[in-house]
């Protein structure tokens, strides 16, 4: 069955901007560390030997599913083998199938790459919390992207980095393919499971898991919090810039893709019909024969086909994994009662406008502005060119940055965080550093200012990235790994020598995260970002 082309650009498109962060991580360095004929850990399918440090150790590849290659391919997450002799866990397993981005230098071809990494501190302690994290984008990185020394040693947690499979491989679709659409959730599910099976083994605690993730990965954590099957396997959560209930108006996140009522999620239905137009397309046509066809065509192939990885980037609804659109099981509080902390950084779409259209020599003009604002916002677009005028900008890319800001993100955080304080103790924050180093080079009428996913560099914080922090800023990440981790060991992020974090509440309270003379302290989110005009039209 084909499709029209303009539903697989318009997907593709729009999966195109669920941005990971990778600027600034790279593969974890093991120079520093030594391997030892005795550090041994035994797992549920074997012993594995891994790398020490003076304060921690690290055990890399290890594998918590079976290759999903043939059969495996599209296909629920089997279980993976067994071994009896030592094995290697010094380095990195290979990261999924992936082309790579603009944004991430990655790629493989690997299907063999469902394992997970572990980092933990030195010495005998009481069993430690374990933090689970999924990377961002859904089309590209990796795990071992994410260097945890710092959380796990400063915070006396159990980190653990996961691979899980991305774009085509962990969404696609096909009519009669059970449960499409969520292969990538189901080996995020897993690796939980892993957890749950094989964290005393590394001295942390299978009752004390918090799940956090960053952008599509934080996303992936709101589904797991209203899928039936993921609950109980953690008990703590924490979304970073993630978008369970965010839509897309006309033309916000590309140049002529058009609304999209979810930005993280589809229906199996679409998803199947996507597929079934990319089986036509790659000659296996025939629906009785499509899935085994595609399953014996070559990675390469697959990936040959155009922004193939990022057509399958959302997540599926309407299955047995996710049983209803998340936002609205959200809504209804139908998810799992574990205490969250969320946020989202303060410029989130400067990072969308600058990589699609200021950086690709398409920057917004004043001339654009108006008919941009009409195709996003239709009537509207009059009270918001009021709201935003050119005039209180330095580019209009910048407005446009700000006003999708504005309306996309801080008004989804903000409704999704009001509903999981309706029912458990949650913390908002919003991270407000207006110099982050990046590696996107922002124009100098666009500044990247707080872009988005800026604040995960913060937590995973390589020994590279020390150098580019101002003392400020490296006072800054201590600050928010002590957060991060106190939130993680008691559901409350508060602890000996922190500012005071209020729960978000009635009262609305978000803790701004900022260095310097800024500081870390409460900020008006709902007047920051022109809530109470966005809510009387969106």
Known sequence: MTHPRPIRWAAAAAGALLLTGCANHTAVDAS??????????????????????????????????????????????????????????????????????????????????????????????????????????????????????????????????????????????????????????????????????????????????????????????????????????????????????????????????????????????QAEALGSMLAGELGCADPAAALECLRALPVETLLDYPQVMNMFQQMAYDNDVLPGVPGDLLAAGDFAAVPVLSGATRDEHRTFVGTFRDLIGQPVTAEQYPDLLVEAFGTDAALVAAEYPLSDYASPSLAFATVLTDRMWALSTFRHNGMFAAKVPTYAYEFADSDVPSEIPFPADLPSGAFHSAETSYLFRSADFVELLTPAQLVLSDQMISYWTNFARSGDPNGVGLPDWAPFDEADNVLSLAPGDAGIAPVDYVAEHRLDFWRDIA
């Not at 550090?39 to 055990?59: E, S, W, Y």
């Not at 594998?63 to 629920?76: C, D, H, L």
């Not at 159990?158 to 679709?173: K, S």
């Open 32 to 269: 520093q560390e030594t391997p030892m004929s005795d550090d041994l850990v035994t797992v549920d399918t074997g012993p594995i030997r891994g790398v020490v440090a003076d304060d921690h150790r690290r055990f890399q590849g290890i594998p918590y599913a079976a290759a999903s290659t043939g059969e495996n391919r599209w296909a629920p997450p089997r279980p993976a083998p067994s071994w009896s002799e030592v094995r290697d866990a010094t380095e990195p397993g290979s990261p999924c199938p992936q082309i790579g981005a603009s944004y991430a230098d990655t790629g493989s071809t690997d299907e063999d790459c469902l394992v997970l990494n572990v980092t933990t501190p030195m010495g005998d302690a009481e069993p430690r919390p374990v933090m689970v994290w999924l990377h961002g984008d859904g089309a590209v990185g990796s795990g071992d992207l994410f260097d945890g020394t710092r959380l796990a040693v400063d915070g006396d947690v159990v980190v653990v980095t996961v691979n899980y499979r991305l774009g085509l491989f962990g969404g696609f679709g096909l009519p009669g393919l059970a449960d499409s659409g969520t292969f990538g959730l189901q080996d995020q599910r897993a690796a939980l499971e892993w957890v749950q099976r094989n964290a005393a083994a590394f001295g942390g605690d299978p009752d004390n898991v918090t799940l956090f993730g960053v952008s599509y990965g934080a996303t992936a954590t709101s589904a797991h919090l209203v899928s039936p099957d993921s609950q109980g396997l953690f008990h703590r959560a924490i979304l970073q810039s993630g978008f369970p209930l965010m839509d897309a108006p006309a033309g916000s996140v590309f140049p002529g893709v058009p609304a999209l009522p979810w930005f993280g999620w589809t229906s199996s239905e």
